[in-house]
């Protein structure tokens, strides 16, 4: 386990004012990428791409056990769209949410036994006394009326401490783990140091039970209060999460000004924003790189220029059988699917997929094919499928 920082991380108001805005663009000026993380083309994956929807800022999609999609949009609606009609509904009962900047209603994932308790969660933006930070909450979905589906039970079950001004860089990505538990990641709101404050839990990758207490065996546990959610730390905005076949939990986040990460999660590590980082500020000052300080966990790969990672699969369908087991990787704005081997040493992107948009978020089907939604108004749905 590393050390934490012990001496104070001081940065200037001018920092803050100059931090990733509300696109999430991460744009920087191309200086060279390196021949590790340029793209390989041993690798080349044939696919064809169908628009099948269009959706107003969409987010997050997740399926349901009979195909039908749950597709949150930003501005606070859930939509329930079926494939085979190609039509969506809007489902009643969604918290309310603290719209602008970078929030919004987020992410969404089901529950591990939806099949027999009908539960899923959302993430979303919420305005407080003290300003803004990302919510939970638990609700059943409750579809016996098709034509007037709606959410109840709803109860808001985790939030970040301490809601803070500002809108951006919430994270508040969800994954259910092997183990039973609620993983999520937690941004650092452009705030910088809450990534290595223990008694915050902004900055943090977090292992929760399934209503949102902290897990027991975190690393931090006894220490009671936010700090024991915490499972990692030195995170800046964490927006993608996948669990690969052997259990490992991988996030990717994005760097300041260059430097977007792909990390292999370790209990109780930290990853060192924003006193490390392989980018600089967007005032042009620099960071130390990661290696000047090897108390810290290096990221397994990183983009200079960068990708703006948004989410994350690992893929395991038969469809494409040159992305088993590899990470898909969505780009905002790279406006690409970042395709990344995770078993190559060191880990090495191998394939980039030009989609010509901004990608917000991707969902393995059943059937093995993939979902993509583009980000922002009109909004498409994908569908990727083999040749």
């Known amino acids: 386990m590393n050390k934490l920082l012990m001496t104070p991380v001081l940065y200037s108001g001018i920092l803050f004012l100059v931090a990733c805005g509300a696109n999430e663009s991460n744009s920087k000026t191309p200086e060279q990428n390196t021949a590790q993380h340029a793209s390989s083309q041993s690798i080349a994956q044939t696919y064809r791409t169908e628009s099948v929807a269009e959706f107003d800022e969409p987010w997050a999609i997740t399926k349901l056990p009979d195909q039908r999609l749950l597709i949150t ?14 039509s969506s509904i809007n489902i009643a009962g969604v918290p309310t949410v603290s719209y602008g900047g970078q929030g919004g209603l987020g992410d969404i994932i089901l529950h591990p036994d939806f099949q027999h308790n009908h539960e899923l969660y959302l993430s979303y933006a919420s305005k407080g006394q003290a300003g803004y930070g990302a919510e939970i909450a638990r609700a059943t979905l409750d579809l016996s009326n098709p034509a007037q589906p709606k959410l109840t039970d709803l109860k808001t079950i985790w939030q970040q401490v301490p809601k803070v001004s500002g809108q951006g860089h919430y994270g508040h990505r969800m994954q259910f783990g092997p183990d039973g ?12 140091d809450p990534a290595q404050d223990l008694k915050s839990n902004l ?48 996030v990717v986040e994005m760097g300041p000004q260059g430097g977007d990460e792909l990390n292999r999660i370790v209990k109780g590590e930290n990853y060192g924003y924003p006193v490390v980082s392989n980018g600089d500020h967007y005032s042009g000052l620099p960071i130390p790189d990661h290696h000047t300080r090897p ?13 703006s990672p948004s ?67 009109h909004a498409k749905l994908l569908k990727l499928s083999a040749n």
């Open 73 to 86: 949009e930003r501005k606070g609606k859930l939509k329930l769209f079926d494939p085979k009609s190609k």
């Open 181 to 192: 538990k609620l993983w999520v990641s937690s941004g650092e709101r452009q705030k910088f």
């Open 203 to 250: 900055g943090k990758v977090l292992r929760l039970n399934e209503d949102g207490t902290a897990a027991e065996g975190n690393p931090f546990y006894q220490q009671g209060g936010v700090t024991a959610e915490i499972w990692s730390l030195g995170h800046r905005n964490p927006l993608g999460m996948a669990f690969d076949a052997q259990d490992q939990l991988w």
């Open 295 to 307: 108390e810290f966990k290096a990221p397994a790969i990183d983009w200079t220029p960068v990708i």
């Open 311 to 377: 989410s994350m699969i690992i893929y395991s369908g038969q469809q494409f059988p040159l992305w088993q087991h590899k990470a898909l990787i969505g780009g905002l704005s790279s406006k690409a699917v970042v395709v990344v081997d995770l078993k190559s040493e060191p880990v090495r992107e191998v394939q980039r997929l030009d989609m010509k948009q901004r990608i917000r978020g991707l969902q393995q089907a059943t059937d093995g094919s993939i979902w993509v939604i583009e980000d922002g108004p």
